[in-house]
């Protein structure tokens, strides 16, 4: 089921996304979760978000094409997206990827905590 792929929780108006993702994932679930993501950002795209990615050590193309649509989700809606909690193989693949220009990324979740909050 998606929502075991994510979590979805508040610090203050702050809006924390934790991706829950085991290696591998197949189609029709990664569909689950982006349509259960993509929904649950839409309805507050203007918020302060986390991504907070500790609980992931691999990201396919799928997985990395998620992070950009979330990305546009939150810039379309003027909000505050700051990823964190990423391995140093995960930094890698973003790296090998050029997404590290994309997105805002902090070491922990206070970090980001803090870098959300500073509108």
Known sequence: MATDLFQLTEEGPIKVLALLLPMTIDSS????????????????????????????TYMGSAVLGLMVNIRQ????GQGKLVLCGMSERLMRIFETCCMERLFKIVPARADALRAVSRR
């Open 29 to 56: 679930e990664f569909d689950r979760l982006n349509e259960s993501v993509l929904d649950a950002l839409g309805r507050e795209p203007g918020a302060g978000w986390v991504l907070d990615l500790t609980g992931v």
């Open 73 to 76: 989700v939150v810039l379309k």
